[in-house]
């Protein structure tokens, strides 16, 4: 996405220079400039109220590749001409325990980083320390929509690409990446509009020289770093199987004590049930050998109180016994066919009596049948 556009860059005679590197006298097309990209007359615009830039006096073109490639030829004539410091390169990793899936050139890009990442814990290694050169060359990498990809910067035949990222202003939401295979430093502008548009010349290479506002990219150099990270990867995976291991080791221990304590227990339980069982069935033979104790002792006091048959004797239990006045039977009145006024008979002489009411009443019947 691309914001408002005002272009403090501008050529002349073949040398980049500033807006803010103008005199009074020079404005419009007194300035004797030419825009970076196209090559067409630039007025320069040093108003009292909005930002002094530059703009086409005619139709002009595209005013975000005419910024970026003026930020570009800024970058690549510092380059050319000063001690450049190129900032040391750090790289940043995480260790996974639980995985031992080495670094490869294939994946490490998932795993490694050349700047820390908020909120995580990481490890570092330093890879090179911050150093100073003279770069034979520099040269502008256009792409296809026109637009200044990256500075290729060539040192005693090796090379650094410098992607920059421009100020907001220019360009939102931008998204600096390696630049194919070269070792890549970003140059991270984007929140320097405000200086960048005041800044003459001098303060443009100031802004470039200041180390803080780099950061690597990428570097061939990270494949150094594989040994050292897999070397520390694998110490820490198989330190996790030995501590996944003992934990496994203390698990069944502890479950052969829980194992173990539960059948204590359920053992424990079945010998509390047999006990109980055991001592249900003493106290109900005790209770039975206590009610048959019990119930001889009502059995003889009753027999030895009645006299006559009919008479009704109270035991200890308030339970009515009578002797039967058929058989002599004694018993309790539960078990007495007929019962009242301290007369009855027994179940048995009761049955027999029915029996024999009821053959004495088939006798006439029988009779009348043979007649």
Known sequence: MYGEVKNPFGLRDGKHITVNDLREDERGL?????????????????????????????????????????????????????????????????????????VTRSNYTGQITYYPKRGLSQKRILLSKEVKLSFDSAEI?????????????????????????????????????????????????????????RANTEQMYAIFSDVNNYRWLSSPLVFSAFAKINSEREEAYQDYQKELKQIRIQQEEENKKQEELRQKEQELRRQRFEERQKEAKEEKLRRQQEETQREAKDRELVESQIKIHGQLVIDSRKRRWIQCESCGKIATDSEFWTYQWNRGQCKECGEKRILLAKAESEQPRRAEKKN
């Open 30 to 102: 007194a300035c004797n400039c030419v825009c970076p990209l196209c090559k067409d007359p630039f007025e320069a615009r040093l108003g009292a109220v909005r930002i002094h830039h530059f703009a086409h006096s005619g139709e002009g073109c595209d005013e975000v590749a005419s910024y970026l490639m003026g930020l570009y030829g800024f970058f690549r004539d510092y380059a050319s001409s000063a001690i450049f410091r190129i900032p040391k390169l750090l790289v940043y990793y995480q260790v996974d325990k639980r995985s031992n899936v080495p």
């Open 141 to 197: 990498m256009i792409g296809k929509s026109k637009r200044p990809e990256a500075v290729i910067a060539t040192y005693h035949g090796r090379r650094i690409a410098f992607v920059i990222s421009p100020p907001n202003t220019v360009c939102k939401d931008f998204a600096a990446k390696p630049y194919k295979d070269i070792a890549t430093l970003e140059i991270v502008l984007s929140d320097k509009a405000d200086l960048i548009s």
